[in-house]
C-alpha cells in the first residue's frame, strides 16, 4: 500500500533526518543543528525530534541507531 505525505507531513520527517545525520557527523550544539534545519527555536526542535523518532536528539547522538 502507497501512501503520499502532504508537504505539511513530510517537512518535519525531512528535517530530522537532516539533524540525524548532522547529530552523527558533527560536534554542533542542538541550537546550531535546529537552525541550519529551519528551526528558529531549538526547544521546538527537540520536541519536533522526539516525536518523530521517540528519543531525544542527545538520546540518539549517544545511541547505537
Known sequence: ???TL???D???IFRI???KK????SNLKLSEIANKIGYVNSN???NK???VTHLTPTQY???EY
Do not use: D, G, T, V
Request: zero cysteines; hydrophobic letters at 45%.
Open 44 to 46: 521546538y526542535f527537540i
Open 49 to 51: 525530534f522526539e516525536k
Open 61 to 63: 547522538k549517544n545511541s
Open 1 to 3: 500500500l502507497i501512501h
Open 22 to 25: 548532522l547529530l552523527r557527523r
Open 17 to 19: 533526518e537532516q539533524a
Open 10 to 12: 513530510a517537512l518535519p
Open 6 to 8: 502532504s508537504l505539511h
